[in-house]
T-cell receptor, first 113, second 114 residues
């Protein structure tokens, strides 16, 4: 199995631009999670899906952030417009069932100038 | 709500020495507990987990952890560390019978020196 795949691995953009992060979960996994990691705040859960349906988006910082999961093998996290304080590493993770292990992707390092 | 406290942000040790990374949690209900490891520029991977049963849990790479309900702790231990164990370690908790959300601690950076 290829594991969780995220793209791009690195993204540098300017303030005000739209950013789209992509994730392909492990095949057959029912749950997909988006996290953000920063030095100041640590690892924060942004949103998670079960069977492509958003279950809890209480961690999404504001309306500039949105996430979708159009099918079982693909999810996106979009930031529009981006701001310098959005600079962080964004991880996608998937799991088979609760309370099973979450498998993390390699992350996308986002830098907003 | 659940919360996790990792008492040490950084732990330096010498190679072949024992190490203990501390984790305490707060919850009004029963929980599941996890330790994850993050190597530089990588995602997190599971070291071990406590779901039920024996309070001593063994994981990968020679790590083990003990669940202590009375002290609400889940400390991670290894009797002899290697240079390759240098990484950041995260303790996490989720509520039994609740959502699938994991609440992570701030992490402990373990540095193993030769």
């Amino acid at each position: 199995d290829a594991g969780v795949i995220q793209s791009p691995r690195h993204e540098v953009t300017e303030m005000g631009q739209e950013v789209t992060l992509r994730c392909k979960p492990i095949s057959g996994h029912d749950y997909l999670f988006w996290y953000r990691q920063t030095m100041m705040r640590g690892l924060e859960l942004l949103i998670y899906f079960n069977n492509n349906v958003p279950i809890d988006d209480s961690g999404m910082p504001e309306d500039r952030f949105s996430a979708k999961m159009p099918n079982a093998s693909f999810s996106t996290l979009k930031i529009q417009p981006s701001e310098p304080r959005d600079s962080a590493v964004y991880f996608c993770a998937s799991s088979l069932a609760r309370p099973d292990t979450q498998y993390f992707g390699p992350g996308t390092r986002l830098t907003v100038l | 709500a659940q919360s996790v406290t990792q008492l040490d942000s950084q732990v330096p040790v010498f190679e072949e020495a024992p190490v203990e990374l501390r984790c305490n949690y707060s919850s009004s209900v029963s929980v599941y507990l996890f330790w994850y490891v993050q190597y530089p520029n990588q995602g997190l991977q599971l070291l071990l987990k406590y779901l039920s049963g024996s309070t001593l849990v063994k994981g990968i790479n020679g790590f083990e952890a003990e669940f202590n309900k009375s002290q609400t702790s889940f400390h991670l231990r290894k009797p002899s560390v290697h240079i390759s164990d240098t990484a950041e370690y995260f303790c996490a908790v989720s509520r039994q019978g609740g959502s699938e959300k994991l609440v992570f601690g701030k992490g402990t950076k373990l540095t193993v020196n030769p």
